[in-house]
């Protein structure tokens, strides 16, 4: 039997939390992220980052792609606090909008975005459904949807490997050692509240989406990568 899905809140919304996730080491992956995202949609303009966090991956798709703008939405409050810093640091006001949305339900008319991307996001969301709907609803004709996740691991024992591979304990101070056990923490109900490649393929498929469009990237992630008819 493979490991059950343990949802975990859809919403980290405390300061803690939003310090901790925003202090992690997410370079290696972000970067894949935006080069994966530009290599198969080198023209977008207008962009839309759901679930943005602290706003990493737009400050890095701005530093690759001189004239993107973004919007960059999350609904938890510390994170965008943190984000508005970030950007603001980077330089990158004036292009990259943050707002607090739902991104189940945003309120920008259909068709708005060359791109909507995601990285994250669907894991936290207890029927993703729901907001994969929205981000294609977003997307304009020609337009590109991609989002990127984590994989449900088969069972505990293959968590706790790529807990240990990804998310290593320093030596250090005890309460440097505590965050990284907190982090440690984060990934682990992380990947027990992720989606399959497979719960994927089926979701997608009742949105008119290529179940094909679902593939599994590394050995921790599953993309969709889709272009709107």
């Given at each position: 039997?493979?490991?059950?899905?343990?949802?975990?809140?859809?919403?980290?919304?405390?300061?803690?939390?939003?310090?901790?996730?925003?202090s992690?080491?997410?370079?290696?992956?972000n970067?894949?992220?935006?080069?994966?995202?530009?290599?198969?949609?080198p023209d977008?303009?207008r962009?839309?980052?759901?679930?943005?966090?602290?706003a990493l991956?737009?400050?890095e798709?701005?530093r690759r792609?001189?004239d993107?703008?973004?919007?960059?939405?999350?609904?938890a409050?510390?994170m965008?606090?943190?984000?508005?810093?970030n950007?603001?640091?980077?330089g990158l006001?004036a292009r990259i909008?943050?707002?607090?949305?739902?991104?189940?339900?945003?309120?920008?008319?259909?068709?708005?975005?060359?791109a909507?991307?995601?990285?994250?996001?669907?894991?936290?969301?207890?029927?993703?459904?729901?907001?994969?709907?929205?981000?294609?609803?977003?997307?304009?004709?020609?337009g590109?949807?991609f989002?990127?996740?984590?994989?449900?691991?088969?069972s505990?024992?293959?968590?706790?490997?790529?807990?240990?591979r990804y998310?290593?304990?320093?030596?250090?101070l005890?309460?440097?050692?505590?965050?990284?056990?907190?982090?440690?923490?984060?990934?682990?109900?992380?990947?027990?509240?992720?989606l399959?490649?497979d719960?994927?393929?089926?979701?997608?498929?009742?949105?008119?989406?290529r179940?094909d469009?679902?593939?599994?990237?590394?050995d921790?992630h599953?993309t969709?990568s889709s272009v709107?008819?």
């Amino acid at each position: 039997m493979s490991l059950p899905r343990t949802l975990e809140p859809e919403v980290m919304d405390s300061a803690e939390e939003a310090s901790d996730y925003d202090s992690m080491d997410h370079a290696e992956v972000n970067g894949r992220f935006c080069a994966d995202l530009l290599a198969v949609a080198p023209d977008v303009r207008r962009v839309l980052d759901m679930g943005t966090g602290t706003a990493l991956i737009p400050i890095e798709l701005c530093r690759r792609a001189p004239d993107v703008t973004l919007d960059a939405i999350d609904l938890a409050t510390h994170m965008l606090h943190l984000a508005r810093r970030n950007v603001a640091r980077a330089g990158l006001s004036a292009r990259i909008a943050l707002g607090r949305r739902d991104a189940k339900a945003t309120g920008w008319p259909s068709r708005t975005f060359d791109a909507v991307v995601s990285n994250s996001i669907v894991h936290h969301v207890a029927a993703p459904r729901a907001i994969l709907e929205e981000m294609w609803r977003l997307v304009r004709p020609g337009g590109r949807l991609f989002v990127r996740d984590l994989t449900r691991p088969p069972s505990e024992e293959r968590v706790a490997e790529l807990v240990g591979r990804y998310a290593p304990s320093p030596d250090g101070l005890p309460a440097e050692r505590a965050v990284f056990e907190r982090q440690r923490d984060l990934f682990a109900a992380s990947l027990r509240a992720a989606l399959t490649t497979d719960e994927v393929r089926e979701l997608v498929a009742t949105l008119g989406i290529r179940a094909d469009d679902v593939r599994a990237t590394g050995d921790r992630h599953w993309t969709l990568s889709s272009v709107k008819p």
